[in-house]
């Protein structure tokens, strides 16, 4: 089983987790470095932004994956494609969680309230609430298989409303007119100068860290996935049906069977 | 016209039975035997179509089947008449009501609501709907539960027709149920 | 000979092949004969949905009544009624073939599409018909006034086959769980939200409020909404119906 000995991994690979955690730390601390908004109402705060930003995206990115792992499983009944779902949508709970979080955070430093029942906030409230839905479902069942396509189903089913919730309803105007939240910010143009670097580096780094955790968790829910395969091999020996046989009984009049012929093993073909 | 080979099936970490082979030809009636909980009505449900197997290879050769079984209920506010129309519907066959009916003696009881018949009547209308499309593969499970002494005429009578034209599967551990049948297959 | 096999053997499968229109529409109308049979020999769906929205439509009466209530609170408060009446009801027609054991006689007979069309459409007529008799008298006993009636029938018609489409599916799914119709009720609302959006939009355009295009765009879009799960329900149920 692969550990993280780190005797045990090639020089590539060290050299890569070390420019990865110089440039996450090297992000962390440059977002700290640019210079304050002063239009917002606690300007230290608005850093929050880079923080912020990327967890969204990537969420609706992995519930996309998700989708079609589970579509993937659905044509294909193989258990990994159902790992990969779970991996991406576990994933996709979190970083809608850290979604609300940080959204949260930044509510109260420039709104005033942690929770100001603006649509953006509810919106994507819901879309964690399907989340919460999916594993929900999960949890209802025992049966690999069946567990495997049930929240398969619903995560085809819920592409539509989370679609709408993340894409469609933040850009209906009388939503945008309504929300504090700013809607278009990167597309617009908004962001810009060191924020936009800096913004650019989160997102880079936050997307790369999504895809090694997704990666992670995915061998760890192979290795599950081996270790339930293998369960029966152990247990199955007392009810294996390897022996049964198809004895051949005359029929006779009522009162009971005569008896068989041909008893004992034999290769299972039931010959009159 | 049915073999399965290696058959499997698992629920959670239990599994419910591996390695099965069989065989079925045309004019014969498999009576699947054994204790209760030993994979009966699991491995005709597979054969159904109603579970999946977890492993193995099942080869058909029946453009149609029917399937009866001890478990399965009915629709309580449905007649009995209005049960054989819905099922050909669905089948998209010819409904043979009355002559159905007359089949397996429930003549009399077309208007009533299957809430209102008795459990060996409910019977007789399942074996009735099983029949229906004249399938090649009938499956029944534990299908004489249930059945008074008529009751048990009429499945033997369904079963000796059935095997002119097509095969049977049977489940049960009834003695006169296992005398109807050519071939015998033991889960014990 | 036919091989349904490998590891990943089907068993006969009857019912899952092709059908010609006419066959689809046969079995189409029986589920919805069999479905308007057994709702009015044993009317559960409209105990369940239609009790529930009466209450809930008569405790508001009886909380509001010396206020005069503003279109768009009278479209939310008739709008969450929808979708808590529709997810208390509406799961009952998958649920309940599993609770009375009745969902192998339709798995061996019936094809999984025409199955889900008919209970799908069953409930969008239950819905809108416990919409349209609950807007009635919510707007007559809460003296509110219909600005544009082709926006509310539009919205109302919109609204019940977007809720059943997705309802439906949600109870399909969670039929054979433990405590299904808790579940059904749990994966279903989050995914109408979206739905009852749509809903108070058109609703409260529809008794009032200014915006026409804004109520025609929800309209349209709780329409489009209502085809989309309908249509892709189907195939959903028919990939899972049997596992």
């Known amino acids: 089983m692969e550990t993280l000995n780190t005797s045990k991994l090639t020089l590539g690979a060290l050299?890569?987790?070390?420019?990865?955690?110089?440039?996450?730390?090297?992000?962390?601390?440059?977002?700290f470095g640019v210079p304050e908004l002063p239009k917002f109402q606690q300007p230290?705060?608005?850093?929050?932004?880079?923080?912020?930003?990327?967890?969204p995206i990537i969420a609706s990115v992995l519930l996309g994956v998700g989708a079609y792992q589970s579509w993937q499983y659905l044509r294909s009944n193989d258990l990994k494609r159902d790992v990969k779902a779970i991996a991406a949508l576990e994933l996709g709970m979190i970083f809608s969680l850290m979604t609300m979080a940080s959204g949260i955070v930044f509510s109260r430093a420039q709104w005033g309230a942690w929770w100001q029942n603006d649509p953006r906030q509810t919106s994507f409230l819901l879309v964690l609430m399907i989340y919460f839905a999916y594993f929900v479902l999960r949890g209802a069942f025992q049966d690999r298989m069946r567990k495997a396509a049930l929240s398969a189903g619903y995560a085809l089913a819920a592409v539509l409303?989370?679609?709408?919730?993340?894409?469609?309803?933040?850009?209906?105007?009388?939503?945008?007119?309504?929300?504090?939240?700013?809607?278009?910010?990167?597309?617009?143009?908004?962001?810009?100068?060191?924020?936009?670097q800096a913004l650019t580096a989160t997102i880079t780094l936050v997307s790369l860290c999504s895809i090694w955790l997704f990666r992670l968790r995915v061998r760890a829910g192979e290795l599950e996935l081996k270790t339930y395969e293998s369960i029966g091999l152990e247990t199955s020996g007392g009810h294996s049906a390897a022996h049964r046989v198809v004895r051949p009984v005359r029929i006779s009049a009522p009162g009971g069977i005569q008896g068989s012929e041909g008893a004992g093993a034999s290769d299972g073909a039931g010959q009159p | 016209m049915l073999r399965g080979e290696n058959l499997g099936k698992r629920f959670t970490d239990r599994w419910?039975?591996?390695?099965?082979?069989?065989?079925?030809?045309?004019?014969?009636?498999?009576?699947?035997?054994?204790?209760?909980?030993?994979?009966?009505?699991?491995?005709?449900?597979?054969?159904?179509?109603?579970?999946?197997?977890?492993?193995?290879a099942l080869h058909v050769d029946a453009a149609a089947f029917g399937y009866a079984a001890l478990a399965g209920e009915l629709y309580a506010d449905l007649t009995v008449g209005e049960h054989l129309e819905f099922t050909a519907d669905m089948r998209c066959c010819e409904p043979r009501t009355d002559e159905l009916l007359a089949l397996?003696?429930?003549?009399?009881?077309?208007?009533?609501p299957a809430r209102t018949l008795s459990s060996g009547m409910r019977a007789r209308l399942k074996l009735a709907i099983a029949v229906q499309e004249r399938p090649a593969l009938l499956i029944l499970d534990e299908p004489g539960a249930g059945l008074d002494r008529q009751g048990s005429a009429v499945l033997a009578t369904v079963i000796e027709h059935q095997r002119e034209h097509g095969a049977v599967l049977l489940a049960t551990n009834d003695p006169e149920e296992m005398n109807l049948a050519t071939h015998e297959f033991d889960f014990s | 000979m036919e091989q349904f096999f490998s590891d990943d053997a089907q068993g006969l499968g009857y019912g899952d092949g092709e059908l010609t229109p006419a066959q689809w529409r046969r079995q189409l109308l029986a589920v919805l004969r069999k479905e308007f049979r057994s709702e009015i020999r044993s009317p559960h769906g409209l105990l369940t949905g239609g009790l529930f929205s009466l209450l809930a439509v008569v405790s508001i009466m009886f909380a509001a009544y010396n206020m005069r209530l503003t279109p768009t609170m009278a479209a939310g408060l008739l709008w969450v009624i929808f979708l808590f009446a529709g997810v208390a009801a509406l799961p009952r027609s998958f649920i309940a073939e599993e609770e009375n054991g009745t969902g192998d006689l339709l798995r061996v007979t019936a094809n999984p599409h025409s199955v889900f069309w008919g209970k799908a459409l069953f409930n969008a007529a239950l819905t809108l018909a416990t919409a349209c008799v609950l807007t009635f008298l919510f707007v007559v006993v809460m003296n509110l006034s219909v600005a544009h009636l082709d926006l509310m029938v539009a919205g109302l018609v919109g609204g019940a086959l977007a809720l059943s489409g997705a309802v439906t599916l949600c109870g399909a799914l969670a039929a054979r769980a433990a405590s299904r119709?808790?579940?059904?009720?749990?994966?279903?609302?989050?995914?109408?939200?979206?739905?009852?959006?749509?809903?108070?939009?058109?609703?409260?355009?529809?008794?009032?409020?200014?915006?026409?295009?804004?109520?025609?765009?929800?309209?349209?879009?709780?329409?489009?909404?209502?085809?989309?799960?309908?249509?892709?329900?189907?195939?959903?149920y028919a990939v899972l119906w049997k596992r």
């Open chain 2, 16 to 56: 419910i039975f591996r390695h099965l082979t069989f065989d079925l030809a045309e004019g014969q009636v498999l009576a699947v035997v054994g204790p209760n909980g030993c994979g009966k009505s699991t491995l005709l449900g597979i054969v159904a179509g109603l579970l999946q197997p977890t492993e193995g």
């Open chain 3, 181 to 236: 119709q808790a579940l059904a009720g749990a994966i279903a609302l989050p995914l109408v939200i979206p739905v009852a959006v749509w809903g108070v939009t058109s609703l409260r355009v529809a008794l009032g409020e200014p915006g026409y295009d804004a109520g025609r765009a929800a309209a349209i879009g709780l329409i489009a909404y209502g085809i989309v799960s309908n249509a892709v329900g189907p195939f959903i």
């Open chain 2, 104 to 112: 397996v003696g429930l003549s009399g009881a077309k208007s009533a």
């Open chain 1, 44 to 55: 230290e705060l608005a850093r929050i932004l880079f923080w912020h930003l990327p967890c």
């Open chain 1, 15 to 31: 050299a890569v987790r070390l420019l990865f955690g110089l440039a996450m730390s090297f992000t962390i601390l440059w977002s």
């Open chain 1, 161 to 196: 409303p989370a679609m709408f919730l993340i894409y469609v309803f933040p850009y209906l105007p009388q939503i945008k007119e309504a929300s504090l939240h700013p809607t278009g910010s990167i597309m617009s143009g908004q962001i810009r100068g060191s924020y936009a």
